[in-house]
């Protein structure tokens, strides 16, 4: 920067620096007091002089930051960064269609129109419109869960983990529950089933070994203080060669004899049979329940296709015990994730329609074939927004159903494999574009690879919003581009 550009002398400088009054009657922020109200800007104004003191104290004040409408520019970028929502939008092209990180499912349409409708007013959340009295919000979805799973009853809490906290809690708390070595599970954040089982008041009774389980360990471990038996279903990991298990059939009938309750936990909760469009088959609620379990754990936002959610099913005197239990009211769902669920549940009862209407499945029962013809299009483009630093090329993908649900499951796709033009620092060139992609206004994100940025179009239906960025990301890799997001400026980067 021109040595003339800074403003010299540590004593002057301070005293050029604008009160915040000052600040706040400039022509141009007055719009800004108008449109935000004194207190943010008031606010923000404090500490941009506060930087603007930092700045010169250090040196390195340009003396154009303090001309008016500098000031003004500098606060209301300001005022954009801190009102800017920390959850936004992003394109999901890592290949992982139900993407832990990413917000699991998307929401069907019928789910958002829902979800907005009930929301803008008033609603029946817990109100009895026929009989004009206080109601019950299990109500909302239950009748949908027992007709599409064949359940006596349901009800539902806010995430899976707390189904099968609650489930334990009221089911066993005090006592012993008998839950196979090979099913102890990890999953997501540190969620292991020991620890569950401790926090519900249990007792683990651990049975078999980790890759071979019989139903004599079974019926050695079940007695006078066993108050549940419980299968968990490990769609996160696979164990392979010399295995064994007991199928829910064989356990529901161990159990039945000795008098215990069996609860199975199947995580991920597929509603509908998914070999029928060629993917890996999970197993169904319905199906646990025919076999004879009692209670059947599962969650709403992963294979369902709807929001966050834990669902409950099974014996009608187990779920009322599940439900009167004081832990439900603290896990209990919201009227947001309420509404969309139910709305998401509704379209189960129109199967042939699911792969249409349901986003999940649609798309995970997208062509390749189309993928790779969109992947042939974006290329050009795409190789023109980078270009000379990088090269682009079509390439055929292995993704992902879930990053937590069936992770060891593959799914062809196609996608845009990006390399580096240089030989030579490829790892910090791919990073760099990576960070450029994630800081566009709608931010895309891949995956890094085999040293390439790959960018899997799987769950990229509309290409519009992406080709729109285009020209910004190629601003944003030309060599005297800034470092700062051009459209959300960073309250570190300003003064």
């Known amino acids: 920067m021109p040595e003339e550009s800074m403003v010299h002398g540590s004593g002057a400088v301070l005293k050029s620096l604008p009160a915040v009054d000052r600040l706040l009657r400039l022509p141009g922020v007055a719009p800004l007091v108008e449109r ?10 404090r500490e941009l002089v506060a930087g603007l003191r ?12 303090l001309e008016p409408r500098a000031l003004a520019d500098a606060l209301a970028g300001r005022i954009a960064a801190r009102l800017a929502p920390r959850m936004r939008p992003v394109l999901n092209l890592t290949g992982t269609v139900v993407h832990t990180n990413l917000g699991r499912a998307l929401l069907a349409a019928p789910a958002l129109e829902h979800l907005a409708a009930v929301m803008a007013g008033p609603n029946n959340l817990e109100y009895d419109l026929a009989g004009g009295g206080r109601g019950d919000r299990d109500t909302i979805v ?10 006596e009853a349901a009800t539902v809490v806010n995430n899976n983990a707390a189904a099968v906290l609650l489930t334990i809690a009221a089911l066993a708390r005090g006592r012993e529950v008998v839950v196979s070595r090979g099913e102890l599970v990890e999953i997501g954040g540190a969620f292991r089933m020991p620890d569950v089982m401790a926090a519900a008041g249990a007792t683990l009774v651990e049975v078999g070994t980790t890759n071979r389980t019989h139903p004599a360990d079974y019926e050695r471990a079940i007695n006078e203080r066993t108050a549940l038996v419980m299968k968990v279903h490990t769609s996160n990991y696979a164990v392979q060669g010399f295995t064994s298990a007991v199928d829910e059939a064989t356990l529901a009938g161990i159990c039945r004899a000795r008098g215990v309750p069996l609860a199975t936990d199947l995580g991920s909760g ?6 029928r469009y060629g993917l890996p088959r999970e197993p169904l609620p319905q199906e646990m329940l025919a076999a ?6 599962f969650s709403g936002d992963k294979l369902l296709g709807g929001p966050q959610a834990g669902l409950i099913v099974g014996r009608k005197a187990l779920v009322a015990q599940i439900r009167k239990h004081p832990m439900k009211r603290a896990l209990r769902m919201g009227k947001l994730p309420l509404s969309a669920l139910e709305a998401t549940l509704l379209l189960y009862l129109q199967p042939e329609r699911l792969a249409r209407d349901l986003p999940t499945l649609r798309l995970l029962t997208r062509p390749a074939a189309a993928i790779h013809a969109l992947a042939e299009g974006l290329a050009p483009a795409v190789q023109a927004a980078v270009a000379p630093r990088y090269t682009v090329q079509v390439a055929a993908m292995q993704g992902q ?15 845009l494999a990006i390399a580096t033009a240089a030989k030579h620092g490829s790892g910090r060139a791919l990073d760099a574009l990576a960070a450029a992609l994630r800081a566009l206004p709608l931010p895309v994100i891949g995956r890094i690879a085999d040293d390439r940025l790959l960018l899997d179009l799987r769950c990229l239906e509309d290409p519009a919003p992406f080709t729109a960025q ?13 470092s700062a997001s051009p459209h959300r400026p960073s309250t570190t980067d300003l003064p």
């Open 142 to 151: 239950e009748e949908l869960l027992t007709t599409i799973t064949g359940a």
């Open 470 to 482: 285009l020209g910004q990301l190629q601003r944003q890799l030309s060599p005297d581009a800034g």
């Open 270 to 275: 597929s509603l509908v049979d998914l070999a």
């Open 54 to 65: 930092r700045q010169a104290q250090a040196g390195a004040l340009n003396a154009a930051a």
């Open 401 to 415: 159903i879930g990053s937590g649900s069936l992770p060891v499951e593959r799914l062809p796709s196609a996608g």
């Open 36 to 45: 935000h109200g004194h207190t943010l800007v008031a606010g923000q104004a």
């Open 292 to 297: 004879g379990c009692d209670v059947v754990t």
